[in-house]
């Protein structure tokens, strides 16, 4: 997280569009079957390992990583480090309401932290234009986007240059999270690597991405991995 942490400051300091994903095992699986997502992993400028499968992966072909960044975690620590250094956060994604509800969770988390706008990610194709302007004009440092993987990364990826956003993220359901809306996974959970379990039992439309485990642990063991 501390790595990750560094290389985002990084970015922001020099101001150049980036696009930071927050990979789980399904989501790798995926770039096997969708061409586009697998050039977007490829050109990501920083790719986190957010599941205990990816951590296995890495490890298993030999890189010292010390453990999971996953999206959520990452976004509550770089509200703690907008408080310290006023770094600018804009939310997007989320049905009505959630972001707003996610804004005002942060800051009461975060006192001090700039949240510079909200918006839901259901917007229609005629809506895009003024939800880019609203973006834009609010100059934010980090953009984060909650709107499912690979939905949020293509967004981020057909509009980073004309929003010019520094540091834009895939984060998936963490807005959900903040707002009170999902729940995370136990600590127990989490720390045994079972989150993606609680998250099936809790909403059964996940049972996708653990169909996807199988395969996932076959690319790792014939290492036929796209990384
Ligand atoms: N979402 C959105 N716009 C859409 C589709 C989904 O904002 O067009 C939101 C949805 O409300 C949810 C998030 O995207 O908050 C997806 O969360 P999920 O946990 O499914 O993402 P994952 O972590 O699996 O990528």
Not at 11 to 37: C, H, K, Y
Not at 38 to 64: F, M, N, Q, Y
Not at 74 to 96: D, F, I, K, N
Request: net charge positive; hydrophobic share 45%.
């Amino acid at each position: 997280m501390s790595d990750a942490l560094r290389r985002v400051q990084e970015f922001i300091r020099e101001g150049v569009p980036r696009l930071v994903v927050t990979l789980d095992a399904g989501g790798l699986v995926l770039a096997a079957r969708d061409p586009e997502w697998a050039k977007l992993l490829e050109s990501a400028d920083l790719i986190t390992p957010d599941s205990s499968g990816i951590v296995w992966a890495l490890r298993r072909s030999g890189l010292a990583i010390g453990g999971r960044v996953a999206g959520c975690d990452m976004a509550g620590e770089l509200c703690r480090l907008s408080q310290q250094h006023g770094y600018r956060v804009y939310l997007l994604g989320g049905a009505p309401g959630v972001a707003e509800k996610a804004a005002c969770a942060l800051t009461a988390t975060y006192p001090g932290c700039s949240i510079v706008g909200f918006d839901h990610g259901y917007f229609q194709e005629a809506e895009e234009p003024e939800v880019l302007s609203r973006i834009a004009n609010a100059k934010p440092d980090i953009l984060l986007v909650a709107m499912g993987m690979p939905r949020q990364e293509k967004w981020i990826a057909r509009h980073r240059e004309r929003l010019g956003v520094p540091v834009s993220i895939g984060v998936g359901g963490t807005l959900d999270v903040f707002a009170g809306v999902a729940k995370r996974a136990p600590r127990a959970f989490q720390r045994l690597g079972l989150e993606w379990l609680w998250r099936v039992a809790r909403n059964p439309r996940k049972m996708r991405k653990v169909l996807s485990l199988p395969t996932f642990v076959l690319m790792v063991l014939r290492n036929q991995s796209v990384v």
